[in-house]
């Protein structure tokens, strides 16, 4: 009977501490998304209001929102916990005088992993003519 016992009792502590140990709260993995915006001779343009939504099947939400720098450059999950896995589209918008160069594209997909520091890149032209 102590010998059955003692079995049972090693048995569930072999269980136990696994489970003990592991941790069911922590954080879902995440990532960076950097978006840089840049005109025709490659400086930053500032100002631009870019967007992150998140795609689920068909359907798409507003994630987070940010205007580019000085640099050009908006980042998201920086310093806001990060990037939760999955996919996004990032969307630009324009509220200077610049508009997307031909053959650009919005809505651009990026798929986030953890540990990811992707950059998305947007060719802009400016509206202003050039005397």
């Known amino acids: 009977m102590n010998v059955s016992r003692l079995l049972v009792v090693a048995a ?8 003990a140990c592991s941790d069911s709260t922590s954080a879902p993995p995440v990532g960076k998304v950097s978006v840089h915006v840049v005109d025709a001779n490659g400086g930053g343009v500032s100002l631009v209001a ?3 939504y998140k795609v689920v099947g068909t359907e798409t939400t507003l994630w987070r929102g940010a205007y580019t720098g000085s640099t ?3 980042v998201f999950g920086e310093t ?3 990037i939760v896995e999955g996919d996004y ?3 630009v918008t324009f509220v200077t005088n610049f508009h997307l ?3 650009e594209t919005n809505d651009k997909p990026v798929t986030v992993h953890g540990g990811d520091d992707l950059v998305v890149t947007f060719q802009a032209v400016s509206t202003v003519p050039h005397l």
């Open 101 to 103: 160069a031909d053959g």
């Open 72 to 74: 050009g450059v908006a």
């Open 50 to 52: 870019v967007d992150l």
């Open 12 to 19: 569930f502590a072999a269980i136990s501490a696994p489970l």
């Open 80 to 82: 806001n916990g990060g």
């Open 89 to 91: 589209l990032v969307h």
